[in-house]
Nanobody, 124 residues
Framework: QVQLVESGGGLVQAGGSLRLSCAASGRRFSDYAMGWFRQAPGEEREFVAAITWSGARTDYADSVKGRFTISRVNAKNTVYLQMNSLKPEDTAVYYC?????????????????WGQGTQVTVSS
C-alpha cells in the first residue's frame, strides 16, 4: 500500500509560479514511476507530467511543455511539479499518482495509487 499526500497548491496570478509536492509513504519510493494529473470543474482528468522511477526520463503534456518541470528526490520520497508561467487554463485540482511498473504512462488507469489532490487557481 502507498499513501500519497500533495501540497503546495494555492491562488496565483497569471504568469506566476507554484511548486507542488507529493510525499509518498508505505512502499519503497524508487519502485514506482510518478505522474501528475489535473481535473478542472466539468472536465475529464488529464495527464500533466510523469517521471520514471530513477528520474532519468520524463514526459509532459503539450499544454505544459516548457512551463512545467517534474522531478523527484527518492531519498525524500517526494516528487515535485514546478509550474511556471501559469495561465488561467491551468486552474484545476492536481493529483499525483504512483505506478508500480516504474515506467511512465499517460494513462491514468495504469496508475495504482492516487493522492487526494491539491487545488491550483490561476487568476487573470
Amino acid at each position: 500500500q502507498v499513501q500519497l499526500v500533495e501540497s503546495g497548491g494555492g491562488l496565483v496570478q497569471a504568469g506566476g509560479s507554484l511548486r507542488l509536492s507529493c510525499a509518498a509513504s508505505g512502499r519503497r519510493f524508487s519502485d514506482y514511476a510518478m505522474g501528475w494529473f489535473r481535473q478542472a470543474p466539468g472536465e475529464e482528468r488529464e495527464f500533466v507530467a510523469a517521471i520514471t522511477w530513477s528520474g532519468a526520463r520524463t514526459d509532459y503534456a503539450d499544454s505544459v511543455k516548457g512551463r512545467f518541470t517534474i522531478s523527484r528526490v527518492n531519498a525524500k520520497n517526494t516528487v515535485y511539479l514546478q509550474m511556471n508561467s501559469l495561465k488561467p487554463e491551468d486552474t484545476a485540482v492536481y493529483y499525483c499518482a504512483a505506478r508500480l511498473s516504474g515506467l511512465t504512462t499517460r494513462w491514468g488507469d495504469e496508475y495504482n495509487y492516487w493522492g487526494q489532490g491539491t487545488q491550483v487557481t490561476v487568476s487573470s
